[in-house]
């Protein structure tokens, strides 16, 4: 139980354009899903939370209009890298809470973008 | 604001031996969640075991187990009984209770050899 799967597990975009992510949690309903980016070999960084049907809370830093984030249905929340540059050329990674009281999180594959 | 150190950023051990991997952390909470996730080179976060700090017991699972000391603000994950498909990233997170945010410390990367 508790299976998270992301969507694409790579994906390569050309400079300026945008590429959405999908994270998707199969076997439970999560209120709350995270998003991280990882770059390589160093830990995750939060990006934002987001929760079902309402705006996303973007960590300081963090560009809102850039990296739209969509939590439209109990089971899906939607990452999009608008205007991509090759800097945002990262590893991101979604979670899911499935139980709030239980204060885990179950994290999906992780999704692998170049920007070119 | 939480802090999350792990002091080893990279361990190795032989098959079969156990191995600790050191956490400490810094807060003013009293109540908060510790845990080890476990990142194999696939990058797939797997949730290795959690701690509440209200409980005073050390938490288990199978080959894994942590050696919990709050005073001290220590919590370190010990591997016995070591296999190949232990090796990997592991990250020490922090969560304080009420929040949903995990903080995570920068990660020790474990090998195991055959």
């Known amino acids: 139980g508790a299976v998270v799967s992301q969507h694409p597990s790579w994906v390569i975009c050309k400079s300026g354009t945008s590429v959405k992510i999908e994270c998707r949690s199969l076997?439970?309903?999560?209120?709350?899903m995270f998003w991280y980016r990882q770059f390589p070999k160093q830990s995750l960084m939060l990006m934002a939370t987001?929760?079902?049907?309402?705006?996303?809370?973007?960590e300081q830093g963090v560009e809102k209009d850039k990296f739209l984030i969509n939590h439209a249905s109990l089971t899906l929340s939607t990452l999009t890298v608008t205007s991509a540059h090759p800097e945002d050329s990262s590893f991101y990674i979604c979670?899911?809470?499935?139980?709030?009281?239980?204060?885990?999180?179950?994290f999906g594959p992780g999704t692998r973008l170049t920007v070119t | 604001a939480q802090t999350v150190t792990q002091s080893q950023p990279e361990m190795s051990v032989q098959e079969a031996e156990t191995v600790t991997l050191s956490c400490t952390y810094d807060t003013s909470e009293s109540n908060y969640y510790l845990f080890w996730y476990k990142q194999p080179p696939s990058r797939q976060m797997i949730l290795v075991i959690r701690?509440?700090?209200?409980?005073?017991q050390n938490a288990t699972e199978n080959r894994f187990s942590v050696n919990f000391q709050k005073a001290a603000k220590s919590f370190s994950l010990k591997i016995s009984d070591s296999q190949l498909g232990d090796t990997a990233m592991y990250f020490c997170a922090f969560m304080r209770g009420g929040s949903e945010k995990l903080v995570f410390g920068k990660g020790t990367k474990l090998t195991v050899n055959p």
């Open positions: 701690q509440e700090a209200y409980k005073q």
């Open positions: 076997d439970f309903q999560a209120t709350t």
């Open positions: 987001s929760n079902e049907g309402s705006k996303a809370t973007y």
């Open positions: 979670s899911a809470r499935p139980d709030p009281g239980r204060n885990e999180q179950y």
